[in-house]
């Protein structure tokens, strides 16, 4: 176990590192041009440093679960929906404190606070509070117009977080005006719309971004923050309606279930006589992938389990 799980958390390991060391040196930067002391900045950044990590990296441990997520089997079936829990809070926060909404209650409850301090006091401290509140309210609209473009640079418009919004009036107008029989998508309606309409790599970074059109990778898929498709993920296509709910139930669930559904599949395989794909069906996506590279390579082509040909000419490369 130790060694399945050390992948995941080097990679979990060298992400904070990195947005902690990151974050401690540009505070302690500001610090510094703010004329605070060496000592006194490093105190600051420090903080800074571990408030930043925690917030934008998300505490995963048991006790900051949300209590609908708690319980032995829920701990199991929705371990992997932590993640867009705690994103979709994470953005709806940083939108409310940057539209300002609570500032009032917050000055009201500290008016409270204040019944037994002198009139001059009470102003002071009154005033220092409202800047405090304004300082962080401009915080958060740096950074929330910060994530937003951040997204739309690495997925696009498509992965912006209300596309979802756009996509269900799109399906909506297509249900009313067009043609029943022919197919629709929405995004992929969006996509090509884009391309046609301003030309080949602006119209595709305007719809999955620009750092996948740039570097030829998909960024996209793995960084968008659309609602729908951090909680519920696209479903495998099937004309088989038992196949696509299980499909559906699969990616709802997520790895978990689909680390069960491996096994039955490899113990099917192996009982057909399939014995090295039962072994790819089992292993986790990085061995999977390598074992079925090496497949195609000795073969010299791809086919399915019933033998039907996919590609018939794989390099080596």
């Known amino acids: 176990m130790y060694y399945v799980s050390l992948p995941f958390h080097s990679a979990e390991k060298f992400n904070r590192e990195m947005a902690f060391m990151s974050t401690f040196d540009m505070g302690y930067r500001k610090a510094l041009d703010a004329g605070l002391t060496p000592d006194k900045a490093y105190e600051r950044a420090l903080q800074e440093a571990r408030d930043v990590t925690q917030k934008t990296m998300f505490n995963y441990n048991s006790t900051n679960k949300p209590r609908y997520f708690r319980g032995d089997l829920r701990n199991v079936i929705l371990q992997f929906k932590l993640y867009p829990q705690h994103m979709s809070v994470f953005m709806f926060r940083t939108f409310q404190q940057a539209i300002g909404q609570g500032i009032e209650a917050e000055l009201a409850r500290h008016e409270r606070s204040l019944a037994n301090a002198t009139p001059d006091e009470k102003a002071k401290s009154m005033e220092k509070k409202r800047a405090e509140l304004d300082e962080m309210k401009k915080e958060a609209q740096k950074a929330f117009v910060g994530m937003m473009g951040m997204t739309f640079v690495t997925a696009g418009f498509t992965g912006m977080p209300l596309f979802f919004i756009f996509s269900g009036i799109a399906s909506a107008f297509h249900a009313v005006f067009g043609d029943d029989d022919e197919p629709f998508d929405s995004e992929n309606w969006f996509k090509n719309w884009t391309n046609r309409t301003f030309g ?36 495998r ?81």
């Open 237 to 317: 296509k099937s004309n088989d309606e038992v196949s696509y709910l299980q499909n559906m139930f699969i990616n709802l669930l997520g790895p978990t279930a689909g680390a069960a559904i491996n096994y039955a599949e490899a113990i099917k395989r192996f009982n057909d006589g399939h014995t090295e794909r039962a072994l790819e069906v089992m292993m986790p996506a990085a061995i999977k992938n390598a074992m079925v590279g090496t497949r195609y390579l000795v073969e010299g082509r791809a086919v399915t389990l019933k033998g039907n040909e996919v590609d018939a000419d794989i390099p080596a490369a």
């Open 200 to 235: 080949g790599f602006i119209g595709d970074a305007i719809s999955r971004g620009a750092l996948s059109q740039a570097t030829g990778l998909n960024f996209a898929d793995r960084m968008n923050t659309n609602l729908t498709d951090m909680w519920f993920p696209d479903v």
